[in-house]
């Protein structure tokens, strides 16, 4: 699974990503594929002297699999002093561990009482750090199907389910910006909507 | 022994029976590179009527174990949940998603 990159429309032209600065270097926290991953190599090696820095280095961390092997206590404690724009780098490294659901079970916290706090507060601050902020105002059809993508037909199909799912005002607000609607589809007309704009698309 | 517990601990059994019984199956969700938390968290909150914190530890926990239980019940209502995710259509945040996340129905 990944972290949301942005708005697409807008990811496309601009490379919007999150940023944060870091030792001087700049870092690309929700960029994905391929650079994703040089991006995640080429800061490993940072990344661990940071952990081994906040750890007290005993015992030295060397690989994503050595954070697998601390304690639940251990590992949350980690977390908790790690900065939140480095979070998704951290998570990503207990991926690359393969620890799997024991893993899990540790940043549970064990499920004991103790370590409820610092749970919470992971999974808090991780929850802002990765998730797309809600806006209520904005149009999600407006913001992730790209006009420029009208051509590609199986591609506008794979979005139907996330087109209908949409309230009618905003559908309609889409169809009208886009196409010369001339009628307004009331609330559970989904459907019909979905049919006139895809007919639309095959005029082109 | 006092008949109030003891007539308690007959409901309890029951109870726990009753449980056992709808509970006898699950719905497994699996990870895939092709769509995001925001995802994950969207569709268990309207699929599985979690709270969007239960959601995402859900969603943190497909992506570190790769698979994570969405669901329990009785198998129809596993089959009906495991349906809608599998039609939940992609994730409309990543031009390369094309199609819904996977998900099984399993004997719990």
Not at chain 1, 13 to 20: G, L, N
Not at chain 1, 84 to 105: A, D, H, I, M, Q
Not at chain 2, 52 to 78: H, I, K, P, S, W
């Amino acid at each position: 699974m990944l972290v949301n990159p942005g708005r697409n429309q807008k990811y496309r032209t601009q490379t919007r990503v999150q940023f944060a600065k870091f030792g001087g270097v700049c870092l690309r926290g929700g960029k994905v594929g391929v650079l994703q991953i040089v991006y995640f190599r080429a800061m490993e090696q940072l990344v661990l002297d940071l952990l081994n820095t906040l750890h007290g280095g005993n015992p030295p961390i060397r690989e994503p699999r050595d954070l697998a092997l601390l304690s639940s206590k251990q590992i949350l404690t980690l977390i908790d002093l790690t900065p939140p724009e480095l979070l998704p780098l951290v998570v990503r490294f207990l991926k690359e561990s393969r620890g799997g659901e024991r893993l899990f079970e540790k940043l549970m916290g064990e499920h004991e009482e103790e370590n409820r706090e610092l749970v919470d507060k992971f999974f808090g601050r991780y929850f802002a750090m990765v998730m797309e902020p809600t806006s209520p105002e904005e149009n999600p059809l407006l913001c992730y199907i790209d006009p420029e993508m009208f051509h590609d037909l199986a591609f506008i199909q794979t979005r139907e389910s996330f087109f209908k799912r949409q309230s009618i005002a905003d559908i309609n607000e889409f169809l009208g910006i886009h196409f010369n609607l001339d009628q307004q589809f009331v609330a559970g007309e989904q459907d019909k909507a979905w049919n006139f704009f895809f007919n639309e698309l095959l005029k082109v | 022994m006092n008949p109030e517990s003891e007539t308690k601990s007959a409901t309890e059994v029951i109870e726990a029976a009753q449980t056992k019984a709808v509970r006898h199956w699950k719905v497994v969700l699996y990870n895939d590179e092709d769509h995001t938390y925001d995802y994950v968290v969207a569709l268990l909150v309207a699929v599985c009527a979690m709270a969007r914190e239960q959601a995402f530890r859900c969603a943190v926990e497909v992506d570190l174990c790769g698979r994570t239980v969405v669901y329990y019940g009785n198998q129809e209502d596993c089959a009906r949940i495991s349906g809608k995710i599998n039609t939940w259509g992609a994730d409309h945040r990543l031009l390369r998603s094309r199609g819904s996340m996977n998900s099984a129905v399993e004997p719990n």
